[in-house]
């Protein structure tokens, strides 16, 4: 493989519409991390739109460039002199022309919203209807314009690869450029620091006094989106504090960094159901903002049982928790509704246990379990930590490394059309001459009648 010397001319450009700061949420993180590992061997530049403290940029800068709240033609002017962009799957709906002025075109594909976009506005059919015909256009748009996508997980891929197909991509040219089709998709997973969280500044139980040293504290990392199922959780620990009246449930992430995403409705209800319950500030717990990426460390290492809890949608099963790459991290045994890929992962390896969907038995017993038996819970601890090292940055990110040393160009794309009646005969002819011609010209004529 190449030094870093010799890609000096590959100069990578990452594109995210999310905030680059101290709060950062998924899609931010794994851009800022991808970007990390890339800077190794090529000459690295991150943009986003909104701005960023003039320290968190300072400390980004030891390792890749970043240029926070560009104008678009400067964005524009950038891809166009970079050798690789790589970008999340919305960015061409702000920055339309990217895909026609990067050389290589790669286009991260490890969240599939549009599963989310049903979800979030059921209550509102126009919204919904609008949102997703736009967004499914975007995403189509991406799909087509990319030289090479990633995802997430080999069931992403599955998802992807049909959604593809759908579209006419994986016509026989392409099959005949590579019939594995990893040229065309290809599986990142979202990553881990390779070195173990350290304790950095405050910790969770010293930011709420209300919780004791001694007190056992579930952790709820990240955001809570209406995808996502608290309500089980805080129905759980409500029914958990009679006999554990300690017990203490704490959610990470209320606000989202991103200013131009609202609270979602879900985090309301959650509120008020834990108001409701009488556990709101003696139980149950909800930071009031975003915790930042160093911080987290901190209320990671607090934390006695990580959990995560989802509804039965098809977002869960495509879906890839980046919350549970810090469980992972912290070696943090969990309990987490079943259904999606990591889930999977932790029922495998013996990391946590797996729930049904809405089962507030099943969690009540789960928790129990980890608080009540040293033994389990160490095992856990156990899983998790063979997990963690499964998904460390520089072992995931191998794939996508591999295609800035050795980027291609996938065979164009070629919308769909109905072959015409002449086509078809002369496949026919080319499989049995002029006598399968005439015994198949009926059905050849009928194929082309109204």
Known sequence: MSSRSDQSEHKVLLITLEPISERMAGPAIRCLEIGKELSKDFDVTIITPHQTSEDFGAEVNNRVK??????????????????????????????????????HLVVDLYDPYLFTINVQYESDPTTASSSFRM???????HMLEADF??????????????????????????????????????????????????????????LVPEIGAQDPLLLWGGGIWDWFDPLTVIRAVGEL????????LVFMGTKPPNPQVPVMEMTHKAQELSESLGLLGKNVFFLKDWVSYEQRANFLLDAD?????????????????????????????????????????IEANQAGVTVPYQDVNAWKQAISRLLSDAAFKKAC???????AEQFSWPKVIEPLRAYCFN????????????????????????????????????????????
């Open 66 to 103: 970043l240029i926070a709240g560009a104008k678009k033609s400067f964005v524009e002017l950038l891809a166009r002199q970079s050798k690789i962009v790589i970008i999340q799957a919305n960015v061409l709906k702000t920055y339309p022309q990217i895909g026609k002025l990067a050389e």
């Open 135 to 141: 967004m499914h256009h975007v995403l189509q748009t």
């Open 149 to 206: 996508s990633i995802c997430a997980s080999e069931r992403q891929r599955d998802y992807w690869v049909g959604r593809f197909c759908a579209l006419g991509r994986i016509d026989p040219p392409l099959s005949n450029f590579d019939p594995s089709l990893r040229k065309l998709i290809d599986v990142v997973p979202f990553g881990l620091p390779s070195t173990p969280p350290k304790r950095n500044g405050t910790s969770l139980r010293d």
């Open 241 to 248: 504090s009679g006999t554990v009246s300690n017990i203490r």
């Open 305 to 345: 049982i990580a959990v995560s809890s989802h509804f039965d949608l098809p977002e869960t099963r495509f879906s890839f928790r980046t919350r549970m790459l810090d469980y992972f991290w912290a070696h943090l045994p969990i309990v987490a509704t079943g259904g999606d890929h990591l889930a999977d992962l």
């Open 381 to 387: 601890q156990s899983g998790a930590a063979k997990l």
């Open 407 to 450: 980027p291609h160009h996938l065979p164009p794309y070629k919308k769909v059309s109905k072959p015409s009646l002449i086509e078809r005969a002369h496949a026919v002819y080319s499989r049995g001459g002029k006598e399968l011609v005439i015994k198949r010209s009926t059905q050849l004529i009928k194929d082309f009648l109204p």
